[in-house]
């Protein structure tokens, strides 16, 4: 009798199916695809694409935008778990994995992010567990190393230095005491939170003060933006604060997020509607290609390199 148990609960598996074999795109119909020349590349170009019933159809022009100082590493997102080669980066441990995590939580940047979120284990959990890990080469993102989280990701609420933008997604204002914790050891880590709330001693340390305007001489990279939800469950040192911005200076590479012109990231927002579930991907374009057909990727204009 135990044996055919057994034997109907491995058919019930089977016939289940392995949840990690669906894209990471499952269930997106918007998707923000940003593609580099490789891991060491701090600039890379946009696409924006909808889901129809033909496939994938692009969204207006592709546009440059700038990465990490350092490029671009495996972040911990919705994509399949990652182990780096150990000659890339030391050891074997594995990034992504999260691909069961809500979607909808607010998570923020190495350049910021936002409010706690609710790390209880969720029923799926187990399910994640089973998930392959791919022994692949790319280095891991890491707090402070400069380099833009790759993988697919949910995204988070926008932001920015007015109350309101024209934007559907939730819209979060930043004030003059808004902080997102970049310090790995304090309980607040990968999240906005306001100093008058949580006190001034809890976002002691940060260097990501969210009103860079009146921080730092009027800059205008926090003036509009969108978190990407990149360490969604804000494992200490896996890296934190990364948002899509405005870039200060022309191509001006950032810590780790994703920069753009004030024009182009208009258009982003008004666009992104959170009712069509949109993603962000950020991959190498050698990456993009082999993964594209088991991700179930947009396909790329010829014409997706970098601009002359």
């Known amino acids: 009798m135990k044996s055919l ?20 795109l499952d269930g997106a119909r918007q998707v923000v695809v940003v593609t580099s020349e490789g891991w060491d590349s701090t600039h890379g170009r946009l ?15 592709a546009f440059d935008v700038a990465l990490g100082r350092s490029g671009s590493a495996w972040g911990i997102g919705l994509h399949p778990a990652v182990a780096a080669a150990a000659a890339s980066v030391g050891d074997a441990a594995s990034v992504g994995d999260d691909r069961w995590s809500s ?17 209880t284990a969720s029923p799926t959990d187990a399910a994640a567990a089973r998930a392959p890990v791919q022994a692949i080469g790319g280095p891991r993102k890491r707090e402070g190393d400069g380099r833009s989280p790759a993988g697919v990701f949910a995204l988070g609420t926008a932001f920015g230095y007015a109350a309101q933008a024209d934007t559907a997604l939730p819209w979060q204002p930043m004030q003059e005491s808004s902080y997102c914790m970049d310090v790995p050891d304090s309980p607040y880590y990968n999240r906005i939170v306001d100093a008058e709330r949580v006190g001034a001693e809890a976002v002691e340390g940060s260097t990501e003060p969210m009103r860079l305007d009146l921080h730092n001489k009027g800059d205008v990279r926090y003036q509009q933006g969108f978190v990407i939800n990149h360490n969604p469950r804000n ?31 208009q258009q982003l927002l008004a666009w992104l509607d959170p009712r069509q ?4 991907v950020l991959l190498p374009r050698a990456e993009y290609a082999r993964l594209q057909q088991a991700w179930e990727l947009p396909a790329l204009a010829a014409a997706h390199g970098p601009t002359p």
Do not use: N, Y
């Open 5 to 24: 148990l057994r034997c109907l609960a491995v058919a019930a598996l089977s016939l289940a199916g392995p949840v990690w074999a669906a894209s990471p």
């Open 47 to 61: 696409q924006a694409f909808t889901r129809t019933d033909r496939g994938w159809k692009p969204e207006g022009t």
């Open 103 to 119: 979607r909808s939580s607010a998570s923020t940047r190495d350049d910021q992010r936002s409010s706690p979120t609710d790390a």
């Open 235 to 265: 494992v200490p040192g896996q890296g934190s604060c990364i948002f899509a911005h405005l870039w200060r200076r022309e191509g001006e590479a950032t810590a780790g997020c994703t920069a753009m012109t004030a024009a182009h990231m």
């Open 277 to 280: 579930d949109p993603l962000f």
